[in-house]
């Protein structure tokens, strides 16, 4: 069965530091890959998706993931926090076919301090 | 704006009622998915339609059904109503839920239920 494993709960960063937001996923096949950002009373935004080719993918907003398969894992990044982007972070595994639903990591909620 | 829409944004309701939850998809998106996210058991998938048929089933409780329409928008009806339901309600839309490479879930901003 399909499991995403996000480790931190909540993690506190300074603006302007880098983040890196750690995600391991569990699956039998080739899995797609994704984050959602949630705002505090909002609907989950697309960040980034990986289904194949380059390892490393670039989302909106300065976001960036990198896919180890040898990890299992698919960890987020990004250079130069702001303080916009505290929120809660969740990331998710498909299977290849649209049958299969997104199962989802229990979030990390990001705090940014001054 | 992920261009799928929710309503009611809120609701608050008794035990043992119940409630229905709408949603419409993007335009163009034929699939259409739920999910409920509450504080213990996190983001959840419940089910999945396509083009108004029932495509996959995950952990909704036989109390809660759900149907897609002809105009592809779809509902999602909980009755029988206990304190434990009260959660914030996603829908999700994507442009064919079948096995497609390239299929991506957009979200609703979601309707929060509140039972009392």
């Known amino acids: 069965a399909q499991s995403v494993t996000q480790p931190d709960i909540h993690i506190t960063v300074s603006e302007g530091a880098s983040l890196e937001l750690r995600c391991n996923y569990s699956?039998?096949?080739?899995?797609?890959l994704f984050w959602y950002v949630q705002s505090p009373g909002q609907g989950l935004q697309l960040l980034l998706k990986?289904?194949?080719?380059?390892?490393l993918v670039q989302g909106i907003k300065g976001f960036e993931a990198e896919f180890k398969r040898s990890q299992s894992s698919f960890n987020l990044r990004k250079p130069s926090v702001h303080w916009s982007d505290a929120a809660e972070y969740f990331c998710a595994v498909g299977g290849n076919s649209g049958n299969t639903p997104l199962v989802f990591g229990k979030g990390t909620r990001l705090s940014v301090i001054a | 704006d992920s261009g799928v829409t929710q309503t009611p944004k809120h609701l608050i309701t008794a035990t043992g009622q119940r409630v229905t939850l709408r949603c419409s998809p993007r335009?163009?998106?034929?699939?259409v998915y739920w999910y409920q996210q509450s504080l213990d058991q996190g983001l959840q998938f419940l089910i999945q339609y396509y083009n108004g048929e029932e495509r996959a089933k995950g952990n909704i409780l036989e109390r809660f059904s759900a149907q897609q329409f002809p105009d592809l928008h779809s509902e999602l009806n909980l009755s029988s109503l206990e304190l434990g339901d009260s959660a914030l309600y996603f829908c999700?839309?994507?442009?064919?839920?079948?096995?497609?490479?390239?299929?991506?879930?957009?979200f609703g901003p979601g309707t929060r239920l509140t039972v009392l």
């Open positions: 335009s163009g998106d034929l699939s």
């Open positions: 999700a839309s994507s442009v064919r839920g079948l096995a497609e490479s390239t299929d991506t879930q957009y």
């Open positions: 990986y289904f194949s080719g380059d390892t």
């Open positions: 699956y039998g096949a080739t899995p797609y």
